[in-house]
């Protein structure tokens, strides 16, 4: 089984449309991640969770809200969709430690009309 | 504050030719630097993360990267392409508090 796991996968929805993308994972990370991917521009990061207590603002955050409902689960919710959100979200994970890697979900695909 | 420039967004070699992927970094601090790469439809993972004190750092699938302190580089190389090395590569400055920034990647492009 996957360690960091997105749903949905994909998404198709209109503007306007309140939306949520959750994040899990089995790795015991204390921090966790949502980014977006557009092309040409690498990954920006839309927030970020370094405990279920601790929360901070990304790059990007405007039109984006996060919760962080255990250690294991950090959603991003995008409370009226508009079309300059479609794009590939990641969310990933990492440990505590200065030089650690992150671990990335497979991406959700969202679209919106 | 940090910065990092990847040089090229598309770059094609030949199968069997040398691989070079350009980085080159800011950062006001000493630097944590990572390659990602990111095969079609699915998610980043790590190809290789530099370690203090390292010149030359080993990653999986022979990609290899030299940590050039007096350019603030961060190059990957690989000897020899492979058609399954095609994809989008990343090169990463940042982690632990420092704020995480992303390269705006290379995409590979492998010719038979």
């Known amino acids: 089984d996957a360690d960091v796991t997105q749903t949905p996968r994909n998404r198709i929805t209109k503007t306007g449309k309140r939306i949520m993308l959750e994040c899990s994972q089995t790795?015991?990370?204390?921090?966790m991640y949502w980014y977006r991917q557009d092309p040409g521009l690498g990954l920006r990061l839309i927030y970020y969770?370094?405990?279920?207590?601790?929360?901070n603002k990304g790059e990007i955050s405007d039109g984006y809200s996060v919760s962080r409902q255990a250690q294991a689960k950090f959603s991003l919710s995008l409370e009226s969709a508009i079309p300059n959100q479609t794009a590939l979200y990641f969310c990933?994970?990492?440990?505590?430690?200065?030089?650690?890697?992150?671990?990335f979900g497979p991406g959700t695909r969202l679209t919106v009309l | 504050a940090q910065s990092v420039t990847q040089l090229g967004s598309h770059v094609s070699v030949s199968e069997g030719a040398l691989v070079l992927l350009r980085c080159n970094y800011s950062?006001?601090?000493?630097?944590?630097l990572f390659w990602y790469v990111q095969y079609p439809n699915q998610g980043l993972q790590l190809l290789l993360k530099?370690?203090?004190?390292?010149?030359l750092v080993k990653g999986i699938n022979g990609f290899e990267a030299e940590f050039k302190k007096s350019e603030t580089s961060f190059h990957l190389t690989k000897p020899s392409a492979h058609m399954s090395d095609a994809a989008e590569y990343f090169c990463?400055?940042?982690?632990?508090?420092?704020?995480?920034?992303f390269g705006t990647g290379t995409k590979l492009q492998v010719i038979p």
């Open positions: 990933a994970t990492r440990t505590s430690g200065d030089n650690n890697e992150q671990f």
């Open positions: 790795k015991g990370h204390d921090r």
């Open positions: 969770s370094f405990d279920v207590k601790d929360i």
């Open positions: 950062s006001s601090v000493p630097p944590y």
């Open positions: 530099y370690t203090t004190g390292a010149t």
């Open positions: 990463v400055v940042g982690g632990g508090y420092q704020k995480v920034t």
